[in-house]
């Protein structure tokens, strides 16, 4: 048979310290979220005087983007890849924002950047992870064309781009 007790004084006062004790430490929480977000705030602040004098610094950008809110980032990105336009990883980053539907991203980074296999991986991987396997190889083939026209390929490159893929 189980026990009933009654709740008794001394369970009332352990309560109490329970209750105390997760008041405090949702308030030491709440403090030092507010201070990584100062922390942050100043960063950016600092980041942003920096990019004032050095526009052109792939360096500062990134690190403004990645101290940005996801909403902010977005913005920032596709301001950032009008500037580098040859820059790979802002346009991966950038491409990872858009949804299937829309993925003008990509295709943009494909026409600026059309010997860079990490484009045409990535736009393959997309096409797999929605279901569109026929359109994986047309796109790799595509990539591949370049060397067709008079343009060197990078087979090396291509193959540490593909084995990183899998």
Request: aromatic share 8%; net charge negative; hydrophobic share 40%.
């Amino acid at each position: 048979t189980i026990c009933i007790a009654e709740y008794d004084e001394d369970d009332k006062v352990i309560d109490e310290v329970w209750s105390a004790t997760d008041e405090r430490m949702d308030e030491r929480r709440k403090e030092r979220r507010e201070a990584r977000e100062r922390d942050d705030t100043n960063k950016s602040r600092v980041l942003r005087k920096g990019l004032e004098k050095i526009l052109d610094s792939v360096k500062l950008w990134k690190a403004v983007v990645e101290l940005a809110n996801e909403e902010y980032e977005r913005l920032l990105l596709q301001r950032v890849v009008n500037y580098f336009p040859l820059h790979v990883e802002l346009w991966l980053a950038l491409a990872s924002f858009e949804t299937y539907k829309n993925a003008k991203v990509l295709n943009k980074a494909r026409e600026r950047l059309f010997r860079e296999p990490a484009i045409w991986i990535k736009a393959a991987q997309l096409e797999d992870a929605n279901g569109n396997t026929v359109m994986v190889g047309k796109i790799l083939g595509r990539g591949i064309r370049p060397s067709q026209i008079g343009v060197e390929i990078n087979r090396g490159g291509w193959m540490k781009e593909a084995e990183a893929a899998e």
